[in-house]
């Protein structure tokens, strides 16, 4: 008789523990992502304020005005190029794409109430 109970009793405290352990489970798991967000946003705040030093030292100033200085110099060569060989640069090409298109859609709109 007195077995039954001391199972019983055994089969409460397993679950007890096992309620216990996942309750605790959570609550590790719930501060180690609280620990990670905070982590995260402390990163996130240094980085910036490292592309911001980064940024603001004169070798990378005058590196990003060399750069723009080039690719300007580069654009216009390859535009005078393109105009002696009479050839359309590539926003010309976009912008005929896009006539070309619109014109489509308004023919076969045309095409479509002709056919009705």
């Given at each position: 008789?007195?077995q039954?109970?001391?199972?019983?009793?055994?089969?409460?405290?397993v679950?007890?523990?096992?309620?216990?352990?996942?309750?605790?489970l959570?609550?590790?798991?719930?501060?180690?992502?609280?620990?990670?967000?905070?982590?995260?946003?402390?990163?996130?705040?240094?980085?910036?304020?490292?592309?911001?030093?980064?940024?603001?030292?004169?070798?990378?100033k005058?590196?990003?005005?060399?750069?723009?200085?080039?690719?300007?110099?580069?654009?216009?060569?390859?535009?005078?190029?393109?105009?002696?060989?009479?050839?359309?640069?590539?926003g010309?090409v976009?912008?005929?794409?896009?006539?070309?298109?619109?014109?489509?859609?308004?023919?076969?709109?045309?095409?479509k109430?002709?056919?009705?």
């Open positions: 008789m007195a039954p109970q001391i199972i019983q009793d055994v089969s409460d405290r679950e007890n523990a096992v309620k216990t352990f996942e309750k605790d959570k609550k590790l798991q719930k501060d180690a992502d609280k620990r990670r967000k905070a982590f995260e946003k402390r990163a996130e705040r240094e980085v910036k304020k490292l592309q911001k030093q980064i940024d603001a030292h004169p070798v990378v005058r590196a990003k005005s060399l750069r723009s200085d080039a690719v300007k110099t580069a654009q216009g060569q390859l535009d005078s190029l393109l105009g002696t060989f009479r050839i359309a640069s590539q010309e976009e912008r005929l794409e896009k006539k070309i298109g619109t014109l489509s859609r308004k023919l076969r709109a045309v095409e109430n002709q056919a009705a």
